[in-house]
């Protein structure tokens, strides 16, 4: 009986999906309802007895609408969130629909060997190593997680403890030096890990963000034993890139094995994707690790990052397992995915990505990054020239504004009464951040959608918040 509702199912998930996509450039980009009003939507009891799938469906779409960010479109500036390719979003229906546990090569030859491929379509795009080991984890933290777990395992084991068996009661300790602007993600993942924050050390940062290589330097002076040094592509407010062949240079002059260079790139490794700007991450190819998201700038579905270890072996033992029931891949032919990633159930997650990059093509790809980066200067432009407003650091494709408060009044205030405002009015959706100490709106341009319409719009009603409140 069941099987009857495939069809009838699938038609009305066609027709709603539709139905938000032509909606996506109409609606406002922020929620109608907030979360409130969606608890009270869905809040119900479990049901006795089972419903239509077709009903379930569209009564799915009917409610959760309302509470829906636009996150696709192209005036939506938040987080750092990318839209979704048409040929990413076909792809990924069909991963659903194949419900392939993509997480072992033997029971799922064709998706695991289509993440294999990806994977080297992706060190290929990015310039990165072809020996580079990829695993297609869920997201940036996730990437950023593997890397570090890869670095943990590597550094402790050239001071001689092997972590893998022996754990980490015991072991030498493990220092991590980090920009002091580095993203949260770097410090949530040595808590999973079990390092813990208190191995922290902290590197001083120029204005844009930038670890200061004399700076560095000098912190690496005074640690010994395993360590792992965290750089930046693209800083999380204003996008600006870690002088990362210094940093590479100083990581060397320590003259010992047990050290780690890892950078988070979670968007802007991708600009090694665009040619007029593969310059401003030259020498990131040295690192150790890399941690990146396709559902940032490549705009693939939710979820898709990927950890990157130029160290195949330490990247495997630091996640691998083994058990009777599960099937051995022959390496030489088809990798186990699960070898490189944490999770053993896992989606096909790489499929929307091999999509994406036949869609794009390396030239789309590049001419996608660079759009984005252009789009981001025409919002620092006009809103730098433009009374009361600060543009405190545009780089590459984030830009971070603030807004000059009539006099007698707060400008930090001011700043998040304009974000509130705008928000609230729906033309756009930029996030708030704080940045050296003061309150600003964070513009991030990562969606192919974003034109200089969406632009234009976007900064009329972020100059009418400022003037009007």
Request: aromatic share 6%; hydrophobic share 45%; with cysteine.
């Amino acid at each position: 009986m069941l099987k009857a509702e495939y069809d009838v199912s699938l038609d009305v998930a066609v027709v709603e999906a539709r139905r938000w996509l032509a909606s996506i450039d109409q609606r406002p980009v922020r929620p109608e309802a907030d979360g409130m009003a969606m608890l009270r939507a869905f809040d119900e009891e479990l049901p006795l007895k089972g419903e239509r799938a077709d009903f379930v469906v569209r009564t799915l779409a009917e409610r959760a609408g309302p509470g829906l960010m636009a996150m696709s479109s192209g005036r939506f500036f938040g987080w750092v969130i990318g839209g979704v390719l048409p040929g990413a979003l076909a792809a990924d229906w069909l991963v659903s629909a194949w419900d392939q546990n993509a997480g072992i090569g033997e029971p799922a030859p064709a998706v695991c060997a289509i993440e294999q491929v990806t994977a080297r379509w992706i060190l290929e795009v990015l310039g990165l190593p072809a020996t580079c080991s990829v695993g297609f984890v869920t997201g940036g933290q996730m990437a950023n997680t593997v890397c570090l777990a890869a670095a943990r395992n590597y550094v402790l084991a050239a001071d001689g403890w092997d972590v893998e068996s022996e754990g980490l009661v015991g072991a030498p300790p493990v220092t991590v030096v980090v920009g002091e602007e580095r993203h949260s993600a770097i410090d949530r993942g040595l808590r999973f890990l079990g390092l813990g924050s208190r191995c922290i050390r902290t590197v001083d940062v120029d204005g844009a963000g930038r670890i200061l290589p004399g700076a560095l330097e000098a912190v690496l002076a005074n640690v010994s034993g395993p360590t792992i040094v965290c750089a930046q592509a693209g800083n999380v407010n204003g996008g600006a890139v870690d002088p990362l062949g210094h940093v590479r240079d100083v990581v060397d002059r320590r003259a010992t094995g047990d050290i780690w260079l890892h950078v988070d790139g979670a968007f802007g490794l991708w600009c090694r994707a665009d040619p007029s700007r593969r310059h401003l991450l030259q020498d990131v190819d040295r690192a150790d690790s890399w941690a990146t998201d396709a559902h940032k700038w490549l705009n693939t579905p939710y979820d898709c990052g990927m950890a990157i270890c130029a160290h195949p072996e330490a990247h495997r033992r630091s996640m691998t397992t083994r058990a009777p029931y599960l099937p051995a891949a022959d390496e030489a032919e088809l990798r186990n995915p699960m070898d490189f990633n944490p999770e053993f159930s896992r989606r096909a997650r790489a499929v929307p990505v091999w999509a994406a990059l036949r869609q794009l093509g390396v030239d789309g790809l590049a001419r996608m990054v660079d759009r984005c980066c252009l789009m981001a200067e025409r919002f620092s432009d006009s809103l730098g020239s433009a009374d009361g407003v600060e543009v405190m650091h545009q780089e590459l494709n984030q830009v971070v504004v603030r807004f000059v408060a009539p006099a007698g009044k707060d400008d930090d205030a001011h700043t998040r009464g304009v974000i509130s405002e705008v928000q609230r009015q729906g033309t756009c959706f930029p996030s708030p951040t704080v940045w050296k100490g003061r309150a600003a709106m964070r513009i991030s341009v990562s969606s192919w959608r974003t034109d200089e319409d969406d632009v234009d719009r976007s900064v009329q009603a972020m100059l009418a918040a400022h003037s009007g409140s």
